[in-house]
């Protein structure tokens, strides 16, 4: 059942990825081992090779979730995984992007992964305490190590963005390939700034959360309590599902979606690829019908026309490009 996924670039110096990735931060936190590995064998099969985790989830069993399930089958997947984000217990003036803490970092994650290279190797967000040159330079000692293949980063500025690449220019380092943000249909801030700049230094994009925690998904209807063990259940004061507005959005692309015989999921997935400069989509899942379910939404792309309304839902007809 494989290569059922188109692949794609990730940028322009990058590996070729399946268009639609899968998200691990639910492993080790709300999945056990064995769900896991039901999640990476149902991917496998239908042709997901991009599999995304972090340090971070799930205080690091993510990682080992992942390392085990891919055991016997590494050469299937591209791995990527992210360091630097602020964990308990570590101070705000903590250097995260420090030679010591990215070696020590990734010595971890290799552990943990039970491999002895990563694919993509990302700075989970920008270290204001390090200068982005240290950093690099200590990517740069694993790559020629053989550790480490491609570089990344994740919630980046435009301007963060160009200092980076600078900076990889400056000390020869040429496998920065790649950026991880927010970005769905809910949340479209980076249009302006961020994807002209990707175009710019050749660099790509894998959005997160684009389904904006399950919103864009039709699980959640207004006025009524989450389903139990969805994300935004238990969500509290403050939750998106409190807000009006978000619901006004929502029940307009459902409607939108409709008139197109797609699905609301197939809306939101399908409109990010739609979009040059994403590279793929990482999409979380807590089984493998939601695996197949994110697959099978990346068969949609939005026309001009469609962008159009789409603007007009979303931004009010303000355009972010």
Same mark, same amino acid.
């Given at each position: 059942?494989?290569?059922?996924? =188109?692949?794609?670039?990730?940028?322009?110096?990058?590996?070729?990825?399946?268009?639609?990735? #899968?998200?691990?931060?639910?492993?080790?936190?709300?999945?056990?081992?064995?769900? $896991?590995?039901?999640? #990476?064998?149902?991917?496998?099969?239908?042709?997901?090779?991009?599999?995304?985790? &972090?340090?971070?989830?799930?205080?690091?069993?993510?990682?080992?979730?992942? =390392?085990?399930?891919?055991?016997?089958?590494?050469?299937? &997947?591209?791995?990527?995984?992210?360091?630097? +984000?602020?964990?308990?217990?570590?101070?705000?003036?903590?250097?995260?992007? %420090?030679?010591?803490?990215?070696?020590?970092?990734?010595?971890?994650?290799?552990?943990?992964?039970?491999?002895?290279?990563?694919?993509?190797?990302?700075?989970?967000?920008?270290?204001?305490?390090? @200068?982005?040159?240290?950093?690099?330079?200590?990517?740069?000692? $694993?790559?020629?190590?053989?550790?480490?293949?491609?570089?990344? #980063?994740?919630?980046?500025? $435009?301007?963060?963005?160009?200092?980076?690449? &600078?900076?990889?220019?400056?000390?020869?380092?040429?496998?920065?390939? /790649?950026?991880?943000?927010?970005?769905?249909?809910?949340?479209?801030?980076?249009? /302006?700034?961020?994807?002209p700049t990707l175009d710019e230094l050749g660099l790509g994009l894998?959005?997160?959360? @684009?389904?904006? %925690?399950?919103?864009?998904?039709?699980?959640?209807?207004?006025?009524?309590?989450?389903? @139990?063990?969805?994300?935004?259940?238990? %969500?509290?004061?403050?939750? @998106?599902?409190d807000d009006p507005a978000t619901f006004d959005v929502v029940e307009?692309?459902?409607?939108?979606?409709?008139?197109?015989?797609?699905?609301?999921?197939? #809306?939101?997935? =399908?409109?990010?690829?739609?979009?040059?400069?994403?590279?793929?989509?990482?999409?979380?899942? +807590?089984s493998p019908e939601q695996v197949a379910a994110n697959c099978a939404?990346? /068969?949609?792309?939005?026309?001009?026309?469609?962008? $159009?309304?789409?603007?007009?839902?979303?931004?009010?007809?303000?355009?972010?490009?």
């Amino acid at each position: 059942m494989d290569e059922q996924l =188109g692949r794609r670039r990730l940028g322009a110096r990058g590996p070729e990825v399946s268009e639609v990735g #899968v998200g691990t931060n639910n492993f080790g936190r709300r999945l056990d081992q064995a769900g $896991a590995r039901r999640v #990476v064998d149902a991917a496998l099969d239908l042709g997901v090779n991009l599999f995304d985790t &972090a340090d971070i989830y799930g205080n690091g069993e993510s990682e080992r979730f992942l =390392g085990q399930a891919l055991q016997g089958r590494r050469d299937r &997947a591209v791995l990527a995984t992210k360091f630097g +984000m602020r964990k308990p217990g570590l101070e705000p003036s903590d250097r995260r992007g %420090s030679h010591e803490y990215v070696r020590r970092a990734l010595e971890g994650s290799l552990r943990r992964l039970q491999v002895e290279t990563i694919d993509l190797y990302q700075m989970h967000e920008p270290d204001p305490n390090t @200068p982005i040159t240290e950093t690099l330079l200590a990517l740069q000692e $694993a790559v020629t190590a053989g550790q480490v293949r491609w570089v990344g #980063v994740s919630n980046f500025s $435009a301007l963060q963005l160009r200092e980076a690449v &600078a900076a990889a220019e400056a000390i020869g380092l040429e496998v920065l390939v /790649s950026t991880q943000e927010e970005y769905s249909l809910l949340k479209r801030s980076l249009e /302006s700034e961020v994807l002209p700049t990707l175009d710019e230094l050749g660099l790509g994009l894998l959005p997160y959360y @684009p389904l904006a %925690s399950g919103l864009l998904t039709g699980k959640y209807r207004r006025g009524e309590p989450p389903p @139990p063990g969805t994300r935004l259940a238990g %969500s509290g004061q403050g939750s @998106p599902l409190d807000d009006p507005a978000t619901f006004d959005v929502v029940e307009q692309l459902e409607r939108f979606a409709a008139d197109r015989h797609v699905s609301l999921l197939g #809306v939101a997935i =399908g409109s990010l690829l739609g979009r040059p400069q994403v590279s793929s989509v990482i999409a979380g899942a +807590m089984s493998p019908e939601q695996v197949a379910a994110n697959c099978a939404a990346a /068969s949609w792309r939005p026309s001009t026309a469609d962008w $159009a309304e789409l603007d007009l839902i979303t931004l009010g007809g303000q355009g972010a490009l």
